[in-house]
């Protein structure tokens, strides 16, 4: 019994031996600021050999108290801004691009960017990317990384490619229809600033992806639940009122990257100012408005062609024929009420009110559109027993005036197109 207890001890003991050697003795860090050294020495002029030797292996850190983190990549990551190691491997490589000009890491670190764990001192906790653990904040690659940017950045960046291309199919795709972000949109579906932190939105896809499209979502299961969202939307819950755009694999992963943008601000980071944008014409902020809101279920240019299960007309209405359901035939007279809206807001506000016979027969109709606008509509049902088809939605709480009355000038605008 004793032989065993000394055995046992033993055992311990050498167990822990070796783990104080592989933390504190030969971590991996210190392998690889050695051979940082011994590549400085083979760089062989003079120069180079005398910083080699005045080059202390020690764990190395960026503390940032106010975005309140610990950055030790660069324990291993020594080389990031020396451009001779431009064309080693990492973790001895220099960084790509002008980034750390651009920001330098003493004031803004590494995880601001790529996420990892700051603190972690081997590679494999740092990436925090492992496909069996939940980690909060893998590690971001290429082109996932460009997401946050935007916690800092506002102004369009050409260095994120996918971001940009996100966000335009969110913007003109009519995805705040149903979702809201940043508290303005639709109702239907939920709110999506918050998704892209993982922390907060516990989400799992349920998909059983392949090892290709898994890889391409850096084994993160927060790219990998909203690209599912956004790819398969009858993944979870199966019956969703969420439509399926039949999006490519590559688009989908260009929205990924913008949904992943929108979480909470981390702590430490500012917005950019944003380059003064000038004011939209009138109509082009009626379309602006209308791919925000409206053409998801309307249809591109309001040409319709969205089914509505169970629903009565089995569609859901065009509007581009509003210019016709106002009588608005004559070009002058479309401009006469177009130009109204922009100068009066109201129709009936006009002063002095357009010159022209059917006005007061397109104020009827516009008042109708107006208030279905503001106050939605309860669709009629095909079958009464049948399920319960896509409303429309109230307007009034998320829409501006302004936003409303340019929305029906566009919608009026579109009479040839
Ligand atoms: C301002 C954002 C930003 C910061 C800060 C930043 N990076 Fe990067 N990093 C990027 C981008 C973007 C890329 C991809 C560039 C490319 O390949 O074109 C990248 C690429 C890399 C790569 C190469 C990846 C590969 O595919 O080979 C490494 C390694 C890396 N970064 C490490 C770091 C470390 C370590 C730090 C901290 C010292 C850091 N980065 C700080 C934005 C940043
Ligand atoms: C203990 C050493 C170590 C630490 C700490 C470390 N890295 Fe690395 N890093 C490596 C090694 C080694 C590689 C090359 C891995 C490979 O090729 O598989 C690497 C590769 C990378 C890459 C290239 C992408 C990839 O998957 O190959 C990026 C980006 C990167 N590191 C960023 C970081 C960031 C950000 C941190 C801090 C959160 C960090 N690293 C901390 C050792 C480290
Ligand atoms: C923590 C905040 C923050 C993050 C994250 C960040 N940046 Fe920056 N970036 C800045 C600041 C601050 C400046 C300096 C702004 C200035 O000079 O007007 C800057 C400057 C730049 C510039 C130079 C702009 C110019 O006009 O010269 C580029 C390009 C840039 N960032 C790209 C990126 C990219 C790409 C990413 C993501 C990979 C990124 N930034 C992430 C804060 C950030
Ligand atoms: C017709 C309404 C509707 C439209 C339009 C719509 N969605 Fe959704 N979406 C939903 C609903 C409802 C859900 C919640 C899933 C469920 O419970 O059915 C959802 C879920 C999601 C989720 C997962 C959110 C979470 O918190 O789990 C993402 C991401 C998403 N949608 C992205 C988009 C994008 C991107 C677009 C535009 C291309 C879009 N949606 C357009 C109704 C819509
Ligand atoms: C979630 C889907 C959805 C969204 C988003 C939506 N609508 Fe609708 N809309 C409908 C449905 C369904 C009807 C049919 C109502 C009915 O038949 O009772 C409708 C009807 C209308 C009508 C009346 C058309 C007619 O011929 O009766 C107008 C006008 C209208 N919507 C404008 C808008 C505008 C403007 C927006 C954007 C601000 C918008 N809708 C966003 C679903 C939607």
Same mark, same amino acid.
């Given at each position: ?49 005398q ?5 202390p +292996?020690?764990l190395?850190?960026?503390? &940032? ?7 030790? #990549?660069?324990? /291993? %990551? *020594?080389?990031?801004?020396d ?33 990892g764990?700051?603190?972690?001192v ?10 069996d +653990? ?5 590690? &971001? ?7 946050? #940017?935007?916690? /800092? %950045? *506002? ?19 009519g ?24 922390s ?7 998909k ?7 890889t ?14 956004v ?10 009122l969420?439509f ?6 590559e ?5 990924t ?13 500012q ?5 003064p ?20 279920c309307?249809?591109?240019?309001g ?14 209405p ?25 100068t ?21 109709k516009y ?30 709480k998320?829409?501006s ?17």
């Open positions: 019994m004793k032989i065993l207890l000394y055995i046992s001890s033993i055992i311990i003991i050498i167990f822990s031996g070796l783990y104080l050697y592989q933390e504190n003795i030969a971590p991996e860090w210190r392998s690889h600021q050695l051979t940082y050294i011994d590549m400085l020495e083979e760089k062989s002029d003079p120069e180079t050999i910083a080699s030797y005045s080059f +292996v020690k190395r850190q960026i503390y &940032l108290p106010e975005m309140n983190r610990v950055d030790r #990549c660069v324990s /291993c %990551h *020594v080389t990031m801004e451009p001779r190691f431009e064309k080693e491997e990492n973790p001895l490589m220099a960084h790509p691009g002008e980034y750390l000009e651009k920001h330098d890491p003493e004031k803004y670190g590494c995880t601001i960017c790529h996420d764990q700051g603190r972690a081997n590679w494999k906790d740092a990436a925090a990317d492992e496909p +653990v939940y980690w909060t904040t893998p590690i &971001l690659r290429k082109p996932f990384l460009e997401a946050n #940017c935007y916690h /800092c %950045h *506002v102004d369009l960046l050409k260095e994120t490619p996918y971001y940009s291309l996100g966000k335009q199919y969110f913007e003109t795709g995805c705040l229809g149903c979702h809201k972000r940043d508290g303005k949109g639709g109702y239907l579906g939920p709110e999506l600033r918050g998704l892209g932190d993982a907060s939105y516990i989400k799992f896809p349920v059983d992806f392949n090892q290709n499209t898994f391409q979502l850096n084994y993160n299961r927060n790219l990998a639940y909203i690209f599912e969202s790819r398969f939307p009858g993944a979870q819950p199966e019956e969703t969420m399926d755009f039949k999006f490519s694999d688009d989908a992963r260009a929205i990257v913008y949904i992943k943008s929108l979480t909470a601000y981390p702590d430490g980071t917005r950019l100012s944003q380059k944008v000038s004011a939209l014409p009138f109509i082009k902020k009626g379309q602006e408005t209308f791919h925000l809101y409206c053409t998801a309307h249809g591109k240019k040409k319709g062609g969205v089914k509505n299960p169970n629903y009565a007309k089995d569609y859901i065009k509007l581009n024929t509003l210019s016709e359901i106002m009588f608005l035939y004559k070009v002058e007279d479309r401009n006469a009420v177009i130009s109204t809206l922009e009066f807001g109201d129709l009936l506000d006009a002063d002095p009110k357009p010159d022209f016979r059917g006005f007061f027969k397109a104020i009827a008042m109708s559109v107006k208030s279905i606008i503001l106050n939605g509509h309860i669709v009629e049902k095909k079958d009464s027993d049948g399920p319960t088809p896509i409303n429309m939605p109230t307007w009034e998320s829409l005036d302004d936003e409303v009355f340019s929305v029906i000038a566009y919608l009026i605008s579109l009479y040839d197109q």
